[in-house]
């Protein structure tokens, strides 16, 4: 089974509306990072949270971790055309300073509606 | 645009041939990561240098090197190409070795293998 489980596959959302991608480890999170992938394009790194509790903003995209449930969420409020993209999450399930354990999910498609 | 440049943008090539796949970083980024994705494998990690030396390995196969040169520029050296090595190879810079720190991607450079 995938290590590092991304929900909804994809999701499909009218401008304006908010919305949240879920990011879930079956391991313990030593660290997690969110990246945007407009598509055919290159990867854009948005942020990395490492402790429990950890709240980042990104523009309008604000991103949690929650340590306990193993779980990240990326939440976008009051979504844009310019949202729309694959969003990857990524995470160190190994510790221990060494990021060559770098796992990746298999993204949130997300399209925005005008 | 990221300011990391990567060359050439498509390669096509046969199974069992070598290839070059160049990465300049951002003016005064010392650490270059390079990652692989592929729609088998989705995006892995494959390794990291930090002012010339290796730093951190994920998922390289054996097959593959890099290395990082004193002007900070980046070679990902893949040989004996296989057909599932055809994938996009992203090159991603930062400031500094911690991959927390931002990362900016390149646009990438899309290998086939034939």
């Known amino acids: 089974s995938q290590e590092l489980e991304q929900s909804p596959q994809s999701l499909i959302v009218q401008e304006g509306k908010n919305l949240t991608i879920n990011c879930t480890s079956s391991k313990t999170l030593y660290g997690l990072y969110w990246y945007k992938q407009k598509y055919g394009e290159g990867l854009i790194f948005l942020m990395m949270?490492?402790?429990?509790?950890e709240e980042k903003s990104h523009e309008k995209i604000t991103a949690k971790l929650d340590e306990k449930k193993q779980q990240s969420s990326l939440h976008i409020t009051a979504s844009q055309p310019s949202h729309a993209g694959i969003y990857l999450c990524?995470?160190?399930?190994?510790?221990?300073?060494?990021?060559?354990?770098?796992?990746f999910g298999k993204g949130t498609k997300l399209s925005v509606k005008p | 645009d990221s300011g990391v440049t990567q060359t050439p943008k498509h390669l096509i090539t046969a199974t069992g041939q070598r290839v070059t796949l160049r990465c300049s970083p951002r003016?005064?980024?010392?650490?270059v990561y390079w990652y692989q994705q592929s729609l088998d494998q989705g995006l892995q990690f494959l390794i990291q240098?930090?002012?010339?030396?290796?730093?951190a390995k994920g998922n390289i196969l054996e097959r593959f090197s890099a290395q990082q040169f004193p002007d900070l520029h980046s070679e990902l050296n893949l040989s004996s190409l296989e057909l599932g090595d055809s994938a996009l190879y992203f090159c991603?810079?930062?400031?500094?070795?911690?991959?927390?720190?931002?990362?900016?991607f390149g646009p990438g450079t899309r290998l086939t293998v034939l």
């Open positions: 003016s005064g980024d010392l650490s």
């Open positions: 949270l490492q402790k429990g509790g």
């Open positions: 240098y930090y002012n010339g030396e290796e730093r």
């Open positions: 991603a810079s930062s400031v500094r070795v911690w991959f927390g720190d931002t990362q900016y």
């Open positions: 990524g995470a160190d399930i190994e510790g221990g300073g060494s990021q060559g354990n770098l796992i």
